[in-house]
């Protein structure tokens, strides 16, 4: 072989290997390029626009389907939303969250403007009171026992025990007080005024306040008796069974409406202060609750709430439809972004490509010279 036959065959395999090599890099290019198909005349050019620009709908429906099918699917979001230690990153994101929030110095009218909210105290108060004059006027039918638990119609049945013993000694202490010295001597007089001659016969042999020193302490010791606490205390109990079998309606009719409404608004806005309760920073309604009670339930939240996201999300994501989602995002994408997001990904592999041609090329023109010599 000499040296003609050589330069033949590096010529050959120079110009396989510039072939192999700018042919594939016009293939990648024709990928992406052109963008928009060009014509001359009426004519359209073959192979524009690119390939990817011509099967654009097509490769963000194909996209699409391969995210949801392979990628981002039921199964395997289930799995990360019930695995332990994703668990421990959202319980853990959720008590920092959880306790930044109740150490908060911001009130909740400063949260309540947050979401646009503005409060005012008197409307409030207002509504409250509405709220219950309406729930009043709802049970206008019922008796006034019937709306209240039992632990209460105890407590008013010992409060009628307590009221009949309190009762009973003002009428003692009176009844040994001075006044109640002179009402009774006033008594007496009124008597024995009343009684005509008689009365007055006997005013002339009785001296009222020596009858007053005799009847006094009568009047004390059968007041004081238990008898009388006895009953006291029915008395008290019957006129409290009474006003419990009433109507609610009965009970506001007989008060009168409007005392009823005027009197709900004036312990509503007396009982309740709106404007302490909304300027009261988060952590003082907080400072009274550990912050190991907080995290116990919240461990439980997290855990019950991720469970049960994870039994939803077959229905979640069919609802969101990625796959719509992914093909609107890829067809709505510039061509240039586009060709940038497959060469970020690509450009070695299409460059080994280039080479491979550069290479392919060189060695079939390699072959193509040692042929061309024996023929």
Known sequence: MNSGDIWLILSMALIGALIGGITNYLAIKMLFKPHRAIYIGKWRVPFT????????????????????????????MQAKLIDENFQMKVNTWAKQELFRFLR???????????????????????????????????????????????ELKEKTEAAADRAGLHIQHMLVTYVDSYDGRRKIQELVQSFLQGRGFLGSMLSSFMDPNSAVDKIQPVIIESVGAEGTHRWLHQLLTNELNKLMSKKVGEVTETIGQETVEDAIQQVVRKSIPFDELLDTP????????????????????VGRVLQRLSEQVPVIMEQLELAKMVEKEVSG???????ELVLAISNKEFKLITYLGFLLGGIIGIVQGVIALFI
């Open 49 to 76: 626009p690119g390939l990817i620009p011509k099967r654009r709908s097509d490769l963000a429906r194909s996209l699409g389907k391969t995210v949801v099918d392979h990628l981002l699917t039921p199964k395997g």
């Open 104 to 150: 908060s110095e911001r009130t909740p009218r400063q949260l309540l403007s947050d979401l646009n909210i503005t409060v005012e105290t008197d409307e409030l108060h207002t509504k409250t009171a509405a709220l219950l004059i309406t729930q009043l006027e709802k049970q206008a039918e019922k008796e006034l026992g019937s709306l209240l638990p039992e």
């Open 282 to 301: 988060i952590k003082v309604y907080m400072q009274d609750i550990h912050d190991d009670v907080f995290e116990s339930k919240l461990t439980l939240l």
């Open 333 to 339: 994408f510039p061509l240039e972004r586009v060709e």
